[in-house]
């Protein structure tokens, strides 16, 4: 037999590295040909990696937690006949320590998608993923608390932070749905003094974040001299978590956006009550086809519908060049919420699909984004940008704009009110739409003229049928 070296690949859209987050193999296992064999989390999403061919495994790569570069070897295979070589030995694991990603000198294909909030039940259904729960194994002599499971069930998220507190996760009680360990498990188990808590230094100010990630780095223009950061003072038992994979770039692309683009905000209520019964009325239609419609199709829909009355807005800005670039197609993204943050699956080519069409390419990419498993070519390269607080109430919101686009709609909870209808106030079912704008290319009018298409075409949903492509 002989040795094959299967280095990380590049899975392209400017990833350079990976965390790796979980083993599913171990050494001397005997794994067939795509088998999964690694979890790897990149600044974009989780993702499995197969074996690129049948063998005994030899030696992993690297520990859970460690940062491999493209390109650096993740597991040693034995294939093939005869006499097994020595795995060489593993290289170093690129230090966690947060770094400043070195510019791209290749041109992109285009923006990844930025947003706020997140989409749930009708805008489109995201609820948790709820894996099947594994059989629990038998607790073995003098584990702590004579809770024992071998395999627990937990995100990426809540793995790291365990292993941040040195928590093993064998031993937590999981009070999550389907059996799966939480955050404020791993919390309370730390607490309760089972396991101790390490302090963890970071060159890096804390901050609590909730929006998306825009995954693609981009050239900024010059800036004013940023002012000195000042360290929080420590307190007994602070936790000090790295800002790493899916939080790190989230908390680098929003400030990035924030400092670059001009924002203004542009709120107004639609009346969805005709919304409301078209849906109602052809939502049967769609479950013949095995789709099940939302409100959020017709919403893509009147969105593509508006911005080719108003081209500005299907626009990326390249501050480096100086020019404005007007899209040819229209790829809309989606904030879908997941366990580790916000990503942004796009809708390709949506002025090419029908109301059914786009809905069943949403159900695709939010099941996508909540088992982990969304695909690298469903990320980054929107012109628009749809995101939405659904279930979560509240009044509106001021949603950052998905730099370098130049604008984004937020959409809200639909909320039974009086409205004015003639002469006669009746209930309608109404929702507020917020729009912020990139004000150095976006005029304020022509930012509420926009706002006011997408409205009219929602209050009207029978004009997106009479005038599909």
């Known amino acids: 037999m002989s040795n094959f070296e299967f280095k990380l690949p590049d899975i392209g859209e400017g990833v350079t590295e990976g965390e790796i987050v979980n083993w599913l193999i171990k050494e001397g296992d005997a794994v067939r040909e795509d088998q999964e064999m690694v979890e790897v989390m990149t600044d974009k999403a989780t993702v499995t990696i197969g074996a690129p061919k049948a063998g005994t495994v030899v ?43 070195a510019p791209s000198t290749q041109k992109q294909d285009g923006p990844a998608a930025t947003a706020v909030g997140d989409i749930r039940e009708e805008l489109p259904g995201m609820g948790a993923f709820a894996p099947k729960k594994p059989a629990a194994a038998q607790a073995p002599a003098g584990s702590n608390g004579g809770y024992f499971e071998e395999k627990p069930l937990a995100a990426p998220a ?5 292993r941040e507190m040195g928590v093993d996760l064998r031993h937590v009680q999981p009070t999550g749905p389907a059996s799966r360990v939480t955050r404020e498990d791993v919390e309370r188990y730390a607490v309760r003094g089972r396991t101790p808590a390490p302090v963890i230094h970071v060159p890096a100010t804390e901050v609590s974040v909730h929006h998306a990630v825009t995954v693609v780095p981009q050239a900024e223009p010059a800036s004013p001299k940023k002012p000195e950061l000042v360290a929080p003072p420590r307190g007994a038992g602070d936790q000090r978590v790295p800002l790493r994979g899916l939080r790190k770039r989230i908390y680098e692309n929003m400030a990035r956006s924030k400092h670059t683009a001009a924002h203004f905000t542009y709120v107004d209520e639609c009346d969805a009550s005709a919304l409301k019964a078209l849906r109602e009325r052809t939502k049967a239609f769609a479950e013949r086809d095995g789709v099940k419609l939302t409100f959020l199709p017709f919403i893509v829909k009147a969105v593509v519908a508006a911005l080719k009355r108003h081209p500005a807005l299907n626009c990326l800005v390249d501050d480096a060049a100086g020019e404005m670039v007007l899209k040819g197609s229209y790829d809309i993204g989606v904030a879908a919420a997941t366990e580790s943050g916000l990503i942004v699956p796009v809708v390709r080519n949506a002025d090419r699909l029908s109301i059914i069409e786009i809905a069943g390419e949403l159900e695709r990419l939010s099941a996508d984004a909540r088992n982990g498993k969304t695909r690298k070519e469903d990320l980054g390269g929107s012109s628009f940008t749809i995101t939405s607080l659904g279930k979560l109430g509240g009044l509106f919101a001021t949603p950052i704009v998905n730099y370098p686009e130049v ?20 209930i309608g079912d109404v929702m507020l739409l917020s ?6 290319i976006i005029d304020g009018h022509v930012g509420a003229a926009f706002a006011q298409e997408i409205i009219g075409l929602l209050e009207e949903p029978e004009r997106l049928l009479v005038s599909m492509a």
């Open 59 to 101: 030696r992993l790569g690297g520990k859970v937690g460690e940062i491999v570069p493209v390109g650096q070897v993740l597991v040693v295979l034995a294939v093939g006949g005869g006499a097994v070589a020595a795995a060489p030995p593993a290289a170093p694991a690129v230090p966690a320590a947060p770094t400043t990603p």
């Open 158 to 162: 809540t793995r790291k932070l365990a």
């Open 407 to 426: 604008a984004i709609l937020g959409v809200h909870e639909m909320k039974r009110r009086p409205v004015v209808k003639g002469d006669q106030i009746v």
């Open 435 to 440: 729009l912020s704008f990139d004000h150095r």
